[in-house]
């Protein structure tokens, strides 16, 4: 069942007054029963902005929409949003015209709460109206649930012994956003069908905040993973494209850090390959890299500072708000360099290649890529 929210209208400076309220004395402009949550409205500003798929873009979005999310002191399930300036004038700047590019990719997002198009069409034209009115105004608008107990909340309740006092000590010093973060993380373990949700959301919210990758440590395991996948390949030829007994007229190495973190080493015998770069994804044999996923789910998600080793040993720090020195960029190079290097050490030459066969680094979700043109 979908759930079912008010939009308020009130000065911002009633923020606190409205979550004291737990008997609704206050008298409030309310637009009731919507399929809204605050997840919503950063999945509509993202489409508006048609960024969804820029995750980097989307959790600042996310973390902006959030920082002014609070919970009730004692009725963990009533819980206040308030838009902030900037998206609600955005909203409130958006033409009917314009609803229909932003119903379909919002149903289609993780976490849409209406249940049909119609609904999400008629929560929308309610957003937009109320944040119009309140530009109007000089209102702030507000998002108040109604939910019951929520799945993180019961499952506490399952905890008994050490573990239940590990985590209530740990949830007791977080303040409201973050246990409000802390219930979206756990929401998102369990539609991904995890185990152990709970210990997963108290591992990301209790580790340390120092963020470190070190690109020097995992060339080495991507070269050991590299000679692996050739020794295989030697003993029993089986192209990720193409035909056993061709040689091979391509290799290469992609990967992905923005869904998860992996390389995978593609060998391809098919003759077009000697001339057009093709991404071979889902094979068997991906390496995975947990910690560049990490990275980057931290620095989006909770502004955290990485503190990056490059693989010529050298160190150096990428803010999560920059527009340079992304990590997919330093990720690339250091693969770009492995693969050179060990084609001059004629680690490659052990394969049945092709004359004139190619080599490149990349990945559909990167802004990398070797050679830079096919």
């Not at 098919?270 to 996923?293: C, M, N, Q, V």
């Not at 770009?336 to 030459?349: C, N, T």
Request: aromatic share 8%; with cysteine; proline share 3%.
């Amino acid at each position: 069942m979908s759930a079912s929210n008010d939009l308020l209208l009130a000065s911002a400076d009633q923020f606190d007054k409205i979550l004291k309220d737990t008997k609704g004395k206050l008298k409030l402009i309310r637009t009731p029963d919507l399929e809204i949550t605050i997840d919503d409205v950063v999945i509509i500003i993202s489409a508006h902005r048609d960024i969804l798929d820029d995750r980097k873009a989307w959790w600042k979005v996310r973390r902006e929409v959030y920082a002014n999310f609070s919970e009730h002191k004692t009725i963990a399930a009533r819980t206040l949003a308030m838009i902030p300036k900037p998206f609600q004038e955005e909203l409130a700047g958006i033409d009917a015209d314009a609803f229909e590019g932003i119903v379909d990719p919002w149903l289609a997002a993780d976490g849409a709460t209406p249940s049909d198009k119609a609904s999400a069409l008629n929560v929308l034209t309610e957003l937009t109206r109320c944040s119009q009115q309140a530009e109007q105004k000089d209102l702030a608008v507000m998002i108040l649930t109604k939910e019951p107990e929520n799945e993180f909340e019961k499952a506490f309740k399952e905890l008994d012994g050490k573990r239940l006092k590990t985590f209530q000590s740990a949830f007791n010093r977080w303040d409201e956003a973050k246990r409000h973060e802390a219930h979206q993380r756990f929401k998102y373990y369990r539609n991904q069908g995890e185990e152990d949700c709970l210990d997963l959301t108290l591992r990301d919210f209790t580790r340390s905040k120092t963020l470190r990758v070190s690109l020097k440590t995992d060339m080495g395991k991507i070269a050991r993973y590299v000679r692996q996948r050739i020794k295989s390949y030697r003993k029993s030829p089986q192209p990720d494209a193409g035909n056993a007994d061709d040689s091979i007229t391509a290799i290469s190495m992609l990967f992905d850090i923005e869904y998860e973190g992996y390389v995978d080493l593609i060998f391809d015998t098919r003759p077009e390959s000697l001339r057009k770069r093709d991404f071979i994804e889902g094979t068997e044999h991906i390496f995975h890299i947990d910690a560049w996923y990490d990275a980057i789910e931290r620095m989006n998600e909770d502004g955290d500072t990485l503190q990056l080793t490059l693989h010529d040993g050298s160190k150096m720090s990428i803010d999560p708000e920059a527009d340079d020195n992304d990590l997919d960029i330093h990720i690339g190079r250091m693969l770009r360099d492995l693969m050179i290097e060990m084609r001059e050490k004629g680690d490659f030459a052990k394969l049945p290649l092709a004359e004139g066969y190619s080599m490149w680094v990349g990945g559909t979700h990167t802004d990398f890529a070797w050679p830079e043109h096919d």
